[in-house]
């Protein structure tokens, strides 16, 4: 059985004065977690801590039996790590670079190595191009490598920061597709600003944004306490102001290059708005809306 991943009051304070943790508590069972929040929000300072590359100022994280911040070389043993970059040799070959990796991760037997090795190209759909240059790769053969190289040594806890930036769309369906393969049994930690990546791939999910948690659970219950309360209607340009002073606008979007708003509201603002179904987007939205006036 996986355990859990418990994070319990974590705070960071760089050097600069940038509180980029502040408190932060959350459950993480095997499975897809996302943890989607803008940039800035702390996601990266978050999954560097679990990763044991950086040191918070106080709190705990436990997975399982392993204290996370005192058992490095524990957490090490079990983790698989795709940072937001990584630097890539341009010069040798995917086959190269992992059996290189799987020797640092301390698979030292020549035959179960290339095993392994082969195994995880296949699982990431690298095998065709396994002698080509790294040089060569797309972007997206580029994120792959980096899921392979993180799955050697059959990990238990996968980090997995920003993944999707810079995908085109095909590409992005199909790193999903293998994320989702990897497995019940390992806790998948995806960090990202992209809602849809999350609505596409995760059972449960946080909603993160300066340095605290706004929101934690299932996607759907999350969904599900929005509805009859999103509110949309197509404005002009120049009206947007006043309905952003005089209502809740959560989000406005181009349509055909058309302004649409949504609105959040208990009832029809007026017989010009139409309901929508919500969904994670409005979600998110409207948690990070609501911090907002919190704060303001
Ligand atoms: P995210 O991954 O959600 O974009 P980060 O964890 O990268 O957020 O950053 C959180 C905050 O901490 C930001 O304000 C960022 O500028 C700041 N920050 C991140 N790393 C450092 C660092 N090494 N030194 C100083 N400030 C940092």
Redesign the pocket.
């Known amino acids: 059985m996986t355990p859990e991943l418990v994070v319990d009051n974590v705070t960071k304070t760089?050097?600069?004065g940038?509180r980029?943790l502040k408190g932060v508590s959350l459950r993480i069972p095997a499975g897809m977690f996302g943890l989607l929040?803008?940039?800035?929000?702390?996601?990266?300072?978050?999954?560097?801590t679990i990763a044991t590359l950086q040191e918070p100022d106080g709190g705990s994280i436990e997975f399982g039996d392993i204290d996370v911040l005192k058992q490095k070389d524990a957490v090490r043993r079990v983790l698989g790590y795709l940072p937001?970059e990584f630097g890539l040799y341009p010069k040798v070959s995917a086959l190269e670079l992992l059996d290189h990796f799987a020797v640092l991760k301390g698979l030292v037997d020549k035959r179960q190595r290339a095993e392994i090795v082969n195994s995880v190209l296949h699982r990431t759909n690298l095998w065709a191009v396994r002698r080509q240059r790294l040089g060569t790769f797309s972007g997206g053969m580029k994120q792959r490598f980096g899921i392979a190289q993180a799955l050697l040594g059959s990990p238990r806890l996968m980090i997995v920061?920003?993944p999707t930036a810079g995908l085109d769309p095909a590409e992005r369906l199909r790193f999903h597709n293998m994320l989702s393969e990897i497995g019940e049994n390992v806790v998948v930690i995806l960090?990202t600003?992209i809602v849809e990546d999350v609505s596409d791939l995760c059972s449960r999910m946080a909603i993160?944004a300066s340095?605290r948690v706004l929101l934690s659970g299932d996607p759907q219950s999350a969904i599900n306490t929005l509805r009859g309360r999103i509110w949309k209607k197509f404005v002009a340009r120049d009206e947007l102001a006043s309905y952003e002073r005089d209502l809740a606008v959560i989000s406005t979007h181009l349509v055909a290059g058309r302004t649409a708003v949504h609105v959040m509201a208990p009832s029809r603002p007026d017989p010009s708005f139409e309901e929508v179904p919500a969904d994670l987007e409005d979600v998110y939205f409207s948690t990070l809306h609501a911090a907002d006036q919190k704060a303001a």
């Open positions: 760089y050097p600069n940038v980029a929040g803008p940039n800035g929000a702390g996601k990266s300072t978050l999954m560097r937001q920061d920003e960090s600003h993160i340095g």
